[in-house]
């Protein structure tokens, strides 16, 4: 019985996907003698969280109801009061939860002031499945930086591109639309500027419906001019771009520019035009940039793999060949190897993506 609401409660946080990150996804439904008698879930960022939406939709009595949620209730005072409060006040009895919320304003505080008040609390129920669910959420509060998926689209013998810069797809039409389902649920779509100067990609979400994320372009040389397509879309969504201090101070007019079509600038340290990859995502952080989709092309994806920076990898592998083109890495041998190791240590998995395999897997 608590998984069945457990799981109903994941279901309807899932709704809030996209809307309220860096927040957790949250659902509550509320039941009486084993029956759902109202619902709620987190909609957007800032707004009412999931209990207050399902306690508004009930008016009875709560003696005998159980309320389900897939985390703790809040017990500070955010941009809402607390939940805490508001069931105290409202008279519930009972309360199931998935998992204790990680963050430090509230963890364990929310269920000792529910027990204080006589409330029944049951804690973790489905807890590793509300973990993964909210796998965002629990790697952002807790470490300061955002959840990274990388994802490749290789041929199957590992190009990701073609050396002349002819552009072609590799992957098949499925593939890619399910990307853009990703960007509609990633915080932030990060690629290095060779990728703009070789794909000139908007970054948006078109195969799917949903919102754009916001893009993040790795430029420490400040090669690229302003014109590049991606640069358009900062009229309507938050667009990073990210030199070094070296650059930034060598170009001052360009950086004018930049800001004067409303793109952030990020100038960070940096040697020989790399950047500091830890301090990119800091600072990507603290902008409350919590989740992020890596899409390329070869440093960027071995720099992210040998600093570690990946939380999840994907790898879309085309039964298309070319024999020659543009590698998965910039560091062959090292990479590699290093993604040898994560796929031994880690739960991975493939599955069939139109004509692609797609291999997937969380690093441990
Ligand atoms: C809940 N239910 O639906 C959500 C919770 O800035 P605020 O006021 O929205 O607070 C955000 C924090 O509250 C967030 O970091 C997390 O700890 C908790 N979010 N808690 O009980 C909800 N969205
Ligand atoms: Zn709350």
Known sequence: ????????CFQLAEKGRGYVSPNPLVGAVLVEEGRCVARGFHKRFGGVHAEVHCLRNYTGDLSNAVLYVNLEPCSHHGKTPPCTDLLIQRGVRKVVIAMKDPNPLVTGKGITQLRRAGIHVTVGVLEKEARHLNRF???HIANSLPYVLLKIAQTADGFIGRKNGSLEYITSPESRRLVHKWRSEYDAVLVG????????PRLTVRLWTGRDPAAVILDGKFRLTGRE????????RRVYFCVSKQAMKARPSMAKYFKSIGVNLIALAGRNGDLNLKSVLYELSARQIGSILVEGGSNVFSSFIRQRYVDELSVFCSPVVFGNGIPRFSEADRSNAMLREMILSSGFSARKSGTDILFTGTIA
């Open 193 to 200: 500027a060779g990728t703009i100067q070789a794909d000139n």
């Open 229 to 236: 397509r991606v640069f358009a879309s900062a009229r309507h």
């Open 137 to 139: 959420f629990v790697k």
């Open 1 to 8: 019985m608590h998984e069945q609401f457990m799981r109903e």
